[in-house]
């Protein structure tokens, strides 16, 4: 196992803290430094990947939601795939990120 695929309690990795804080540099500093393909569909103990996280959150990442390998259709425990997710979600509008190099 390398540094970046260790997780917390909440099985969360280092993509999907960032995801879930909107740590906007660190976001940036994870898609030029480490291989997305082990991070992108990882999922946590309640089954949400980074872009479950994402959707949830405040902002947009164009880059991880256009990234070929990320399962948009990957369902969470409450059945939810993340387009689900921004559908039931009730903030607007979505503060846009900068589009990160992939």
Known sequence: MDCWEIVNGGGQNILQIAMKNGKKRAI???????????????KDIDENTPLHLLTASDFYEAGLVKYPKADTMAYNDASLTPLDVVRTKS????????????
């Open 28 to 42: 940036k500093f994870i898609f030029q430094n480490f291989p997305l393909s082990s991070l992108i569909n990882h």
């Open 91 to 102: 903030v607007e509008p979505w503060v846009r990120m900068p589009t990160l190099p992939i």
